[in-house]
């Protein structure tokens, strides 16, 4: 998850998968539980996702996801096929966008070809979403193992005594 924090909105940009095969009553309960235990009312959602339901026909399993989507205003924004063999054209293998079409109403959606998958990615521009600039700091992280410690403790005048399984001691 991702959250985007603008002047006038606070966004959170989520990705879910579900295997063809996978159980759906659990995923479906899984998602409602997730978008529950985050949901704000100042908080706007974004949902990306391989869901493996062909948005282009009617069928039981779109319309259990639309009406729980439905009770945080969560609505599908991609009405193209992003599949394309042959003569068959699917929106199955995808990534769906699920927005909230009220409060998120300046947006457009289009198909990515880019030739890598067999299915097309999907873009999502957000106008008029402004992201507030923090300043920027600086993090130095440092690996530790048994030998960069002993090497920094080395250097130091100081000397390790490890043995198996236990952190070094340091004798001063």
Known sequence: MI???????????????RAPSGNFN????RLDDILKSHYRVDLKFI???DI???????????RQLNAMLLTY??????YFPTRSQGFSSTAIDNIRVFIDTNQLTNYSVSPLYNGLADHDA????LHDIHLQLHSHRTYTTRSFNTYSVEQRF????????SGPRVLPLWSF
């Open 3 to 17: 959250k985007l924090t603008s002047a006038l909105h606070n966004i959170l940009i989520m990705t879910v998968y």
């Open 26 to 29: 659990l995923f479906l309960k």
């Open 47 to 49: 949902i990306c996702g």
């Open 52 to 62: 493996n339901i062909n948005y282009l026909s009617d069928g039981d399993r779109k």
């Open 73 to 78: 205003s969560l609505a599908s924004i991609v």
């Open 122 to 125: 999907q873009l999502l521009i």
């Open 154 to 161: 080395s250097n130091c005048g100081l000397r390790t005594t």
